[in-house]
Structures are given as structure tokens and as C-alpha cells.
């Protein structure tokens, strides 16, 4: 990959670990019904591997209500900082992801922030992945041409299919509900799928 200017992370499930915060929304949303919780987090399963958002679609599927996100259930995936302390040094660092008010907040308390030169949020900017035109806010931001820039994330549709699109590079990083998906078009296929935080540090070096 030739050297990019800026590297772009999401950060459900790419910087930030959600396993737990999905464990209890799945616990409150199944409560006093007779789905297990088996049967609810399999159904998100299934559907993930078309690229669709698991839980909304797992919701549709059972009938139920959603349950609320709590986001002290997140945690940094525990190779997070050193990597981007380490990208850092030689890259512009983004975030481009869909995420409640307060997203640099909740990346200083987790103490990411210092490493990160520029946050765009759906919720502050008013529209979301995977609609090009947050991509397109951070470019500009950046003052960064798409061929410059490399987008990571987790979810083939909300991360990697936009960016393509946009003419970014793209690395696919297989954590979380994403991990499932499968690639089907030519466009929903990354430069490079990596597993671990770890991989994008030894990609970029």
C-alpha cells in the first residue's frame, strides 16, 4: 500500500471492544420473553453475515423492543492505544464513525483522544454511515484527498463499501458482529482484511 496521508478508524468494534455492551443489550431486550438469549445473539449472527445491522434486524425478526446502549459496557481493545500511539507518530489519525453525542469525550476518558487528530461523529455532523457525505466532511476536514486516505472498520456496508466508493483505500478488520459478513460485490471488497489492531500497525509500518 502506498504510504496514506491520513488513516481513519470507526471505533465500535475496531478500537473499542463491544462484546460485553452486547451481551447486556441482549439481556435487557430478551427479558421477560421466551427468546433465549441463544436464540436472539445466533439470529444476530445469521443476519450479520449479509451485512446488515444484526441487532435491528434480530429485533424485527423476534418482534421486540430495543433495549438501550450503555456505553460504560465499552472497552479499548487492550493493543489499541500502543497502535495508535505507534501510527501516530507517522499518519494523521480520523475517526469517521456512527456514534451517540459526545464522541470525543467518551475517546478522551478512554484516553485515545490524544492520539487523534480529527473526530467526525454522525450524531454532531447530522447524517450517517454509509452515506458518502461523512466521508466526504472528514476528507474535507482532513484537507485530504480520498486516494490519501485509508479507511478501518469492522462493517463491510457502513465501512468499507462507502469508502470504496469515495475512492479510499479500505482494510476490513474481522472483529465484533462484522467478522461474520462475507464480501459479494466487487465494490464491498477491501485492500486488505486484517483480524487485530496489532495487524493494522504491522500493515502501516
Known sequence: MNKPKWIFFDIGSTLIDESIAYRKRIER??????????DFYNK??????????????????????????????????PE????????????????????NLGSEERLEKLGLLRYIDLVIASA??????????IFQIALDRANCKPEEAVMVGDRIDNDIL????????????????GSYAEPKAIEEQPDY?????????ELFR
Open 80 to 99: 489499541a492505544e500502543e497502535v495508535l500511539r505507534e501510527l501516530s507518530e507517522r499518519y494523521h489519525i480520523g475517526i469517521i464513525a456512527n456514534q
Open 29 to 38: 431486550t430478551i427479558a421477560g420473553t421466551n427468546v433465549t438469549y441463544d
Open 124 to 133: 454532531e455532523e447530522g447524517v450517517a454511515k454509509p452515506d458518502l457525505r
Open 162 to 177: 462507502p469508502a470504496n466508493k469515495i475512492g479510499m483505500k479500505t482494510v476490513w478488520i474481522k472483529q465484533g458482529f
Open 44 to 77: 444476530m449472527v445469521e443476519i450479520s453475515k449479509y451485512n446488515q445491522s444484526g441487532y435491528n434486524k434480530a429485533l424485527e425478526a423476534y418482534g421486540l423492543k430495543m433495549a438501550p446502549w450503555n456505553s460504560e459496557d465499552e472497552y479499548v481493545y
Open 193 to 201: 482484511i486484517v483480524n487485530s489492531l496489532v495487524e493494522i500497525a
